[in-house]
């Protein structure tokens, strides 16, 4: 079966959904997502979206299960490249991607995820 | 009104359901809608063509170009021979889900477009029409 890439970006996975994936492809993105984070023990993901030109409910969902699995794993996710279609459309759909954390584009997503890990050493700084 | 039958296409496999979504851009596109309804028209008709091979066991989906006082618009038929749905009103009500799901397909589905029609009895089967006018 055809798999979505998982790269390795320095400290940092990047995803980068290119295609319409059927609910199986997402299903196995999820899964595989997963087991990279647990491999590389890379505390940050970039879920680069703006080639979806559609978001549906289930593709919300997909999004929401995989930042928690992945804070689960002791990892932050950043969904970026929302086209701003689609963000209409989501909140029309009723969907807020509540716990999913975004960004205009990568640069950006790259920023929070930076940040987000220094004020988590910060407080383990502090915790010692 | 005046309604044209374009293309029905099957919706069996994950795969159709995909190819629902292309054929449905393809068709908002050739109607002319601009991409915030092309967005939400095809995002619509991704919630049903789900529902349709998930809750009714597989079905079709009808093209149609629709020809009205009030303009041209383009609608699609999503139609099962499933369970049919007991009540439509709480199923159509935001995060009613008989399983996992969000809950947000039917109710979503209708709040994106402009018309939305739904027929649904028990041991019969399902038929969900949406219609979007240019
Ligand atoms: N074609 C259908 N045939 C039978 N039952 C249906 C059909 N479509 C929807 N339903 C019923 O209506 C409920 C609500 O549908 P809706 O699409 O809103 O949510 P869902 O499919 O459960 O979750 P989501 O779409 O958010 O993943 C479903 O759980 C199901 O019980
Ligand atoms: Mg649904």
Do not use: Y
Request: proline share 2%; charged share 25%.
């Amino acid at each position: 079966m055809e798999r979505i890439p998982i790269l390795r970006m320095g400290e940092f996975l990047l995803v980068t959904i290119q295609v319409d994936m059927h609910d199986r492809l997402a299903l196995a993105l999820q899964e595989d997502l997963t087991n990279q984070i647990a491999h590389s023990r890379s505390h940050g993901v970039l879920i680069d979206i703006s080639c979806l030109d559609i978001v549906d409910s289930f593709t919300a969902r997909l999004l929401g299960n995989m930042a928690s699995m992945a804070r689960m794993l002791d990892a932050e996710t950043v969904v970026v490249g929302m086209q701003p279609a689609v963000a209409i459309t989501l909140v029309e759909l009723g969907i807020t991607l509540e716990g999913v954390r975004t960004a205009l584009n990568p640069e950006k997503g790259m920023e929070l995820l930076r940040a987000a890990l220094r004020a988590r050493s910060n407080e383990d700084g502090h915790a010692l | 009104m005046h309604s044209e039958v374009r293309d029905t296409l099957s919706i069996v496999t994950e795969e159709d359901s995909v190819r629902v979504r292309q054929v449905t851009r393809e068709k908002a596109v050739e109607a002319g809608f601009n991409l915030v309804a092309q967005t939400k028209f095809v995002t619509a008709a991704s919630e049903l063509a789900r529902n349709t091979l998930k809750w009714g066991g597989g079905g079709t989906v009808r093209f149609e170009a629709v020809d009205a006082s009030r303009g041209r618009g383009l609608r699609l038929v999503f139609e099962d021979h499933g369970p049919g749905i007991p009540d439509v009103e709480l199923a159509l009500t935001d995060g009613f889900s008989t399983s996992s799901g969000l809950g947000m397909g039917l109710g979503g589905a209708k709040r994106l477009v402009d018309e939305f029609d739904i027929e649904s009895r028990v041991g019969v089967g399902t038929k969900v029409s949406i219609t979007m006018w240019r």
